[in-house]
């Protein structure tokens, strides 16, 4: 995970002064571990983790951490945060020595309201603490890379997980994923249904499977977890249940009695029996989307995916 660093200072004429760099943390449940600070050779240069750019302008082990900000919006919101509490008409640097963990948490915390009132329309009044805390406790347990799109995923989590229903109408977009350890062997699947505000997660497994079942599985769950007919997106990142429907291969297949046009026997018959069926019953595109490149409904579905998998393994 790379985030911003911003060191605030007070220039020669006592004005308020930021700048970014770019560390490296790992997240836990509980604590932060720095991994990687670059050096003093980045400085001035781009550099790049899953497709954001970010330029690297001091280096020290001072500041707050932000993130997936434009560093114009990130310079302004983080002196607006310290020019009520920190006085720098006596030149003096406001304290910013706090860990990178409370440092993080003090911005997640500002970015978690602002989102609940300007994205989320929610009242004042129906903001608790509770809420606030949890999204941003989620927010830390995410593996993900933290920007605008995953902290608006992860508060969507919280809201859905405090009670709010999927809504039996409306546009969904659904993430889907497989994971199998051994191939044939414990595999698991995953699925994120997303409809307005409101997410839904799903995930099983199955202690003895492969890879494209659990694919498939991720797919017809998601499916049949709908009400009504509804005008559904679907994204994997398995070419294989990708291309066999928006190809067609599936619809001939099952015509040849589920044999594949070689000859040869299709494999999950069984399973592309009923996701055709179930892609009659809504209006659905297939997407393609590549696995592990930094998206974070992707990398949220194959975490999903693997950790069932992990349930039902067992080691030689």
Same mark, same amino acid.
């Given at each position: 995970?790379?985030?911003?660093?911003?060191?605030?200072?007070? +220039? &020669?004429?006592?004005?308020?002064?930021c700048e970014v760099f770019c560390e490296e943390v790992k997240s836990t449940k509980t604590q932060f571990r720095?991994?990687?600070?670059?050096?003093?050779?980045?400085?001035?240069?781009?550099? =790049? =983790?899953?497709?954001?750019? =970010?330029?690297?302008?001091?280096? *020290?082990?001072?500041?707050?951490?932000?993130?997936?900000?434009?560093?114009?919006?990130?310079?302004?919101?983080?002196?607006?945060?310290?020019?009520?509490?920190?006085s720098v008409s006596d030149k003096q640097q406001p304290e910013t020595n706090i860990s990178a963990e409370t440092?993080?948490?003090?911005?997640?915390?500002?970015?978690?309201?602002?989102?609940?009132?300007?994205?989320?329309?929610?009242?004042? +009044?129906?903001? %608790?603490?509770?809420?606030?805390?949890?999204?941003?406790? %989620?927010?830390?347990?995410? +593996?993900?890379?933290?920007?605008?799109?995953?902290?608006?995923?992860?508060?969507?989590?919280?809201?859905?997980?405090? *009670?709010?229903?999927?809504?039996?109408?409306?546009?969904?977009?659904?993430?889907?994923?497989?994971?199998?350890?051994?191939?044939?062997?414990? *595999?698991?699947?995953?699925?994120?249904?997303?409809?307005?505000?409101?997410?839904?997660?799903?995930?099983?497994?199955? &202690?003895?499977? %492969?890879?494209?079942?659990?694919?498939?599985?991720?797919?017809?769950?998601?499916?049949?977890?709908?009400?009504?007919?509804?005008?559904? %997106?679907?994204?994997?990142?398995?070419?294989?249940?990708?291309?066999?429907?928006?190809?067609?291969?599936?619809?001939?297949?099952?015509?040849?009695?589920?044999?594949?046009?070689?000859?040869?026997?299709?494999?999950?018959?069984?399973?592309?029996?009923?996701?055709?069926?179930?892609?009659?019953?809504?209006?659905? !595109?297939?997407?393609?989307?590549?696995?592990?490149?930094?998206? &974070?409904?992707?990398?949220?579905?194959?975490?999903?995916? !693997?950790?069932?998998?992990?349930?039902?393994?067992? &080691?030689?």
């Amino acid at each position: 995970m790379k985030l911003h660093v911003v060191t605030l200072s007070a +220039n &020669p004429e006592g004005e308020m002064v930021c700048e970014v760099f770019c560390e490296e943390v790992k997240s836990t449940k509980t604590q932060f571990r720095t991994i990687n600070l670059l050096s003093t050779s980045l400085l001035g240069k781009a550099v =790049y =983790y899953k497709d954001q750019q =970010y330029r690297v302008l001091t280096n *020290g082990t001072k500041g707050l951490i932000a993130f997936g900000l434009d560093q114009e919006k990130l310079m302004s919101d983080c002196s607006m945060m310290f020019r009520g509490s920190s006085s720098v008409s006596d030149k003096q640097q406001p304290e910013t020595n706090i860990s990178a963990e409370t440092a993080l948490r003090i911005y997640l915390r500002s970015k978690v309201l602002d989102m609940l009132k300007d994205t989320f329309q929610t009242a004042e +009044n129906a903001i %608790t603490e509770d809420m606030v805390n949890k999204c941003v406790e %989620t927010a830390l347990e995410s +593996n993900t890379l933290l920007n605008h799109e995953s902290l608006k995923y992860e508060i969507n989590r919280v809201l859905s997980a405090s *009670g709010v229903g999927f809504p039996a109408d409306g546009d969904v977009t659904i993430y889907t994923d497989g994971a199998c350890l051994g191939n044939p062997g414990a *595999g698991g699947w995953a699925a994120i249904l997303q409809c307005g505000n409101v997410v839904k997660e799903l995930s099983g497994n199955d &202690p003895a499977t %492969t890879n494209n079942r659990m694919e498939l599985l991720g797919v017809i769950n998601a499916l049949n977890y709908l009400s009504g007919r509804r005008r559904v %997106t679907v994204y994997s990142d398995s070419k294989y249940v990708v291309d066999a429907i928006t190809k067609g291969w599936a619809k001939g297949w099952k015509y040849r009695g589920w044999y594949k046009a070689d000859g040869n026997k299709a494999k999950n018959a069984d399973l592309w029996e009923t996701l055709l069926a179930l892609t009659s019953q809504h209006e659905v !595109t297939f997407c393609w989307v590549k696995g592990h490149a930094g998206n &974070p409904l992707n990398e949220r579905c194959d975490l999903l995916a !693997t950790d069932e998998a992990k349930k039902v393994f067992k &080691p030689i």
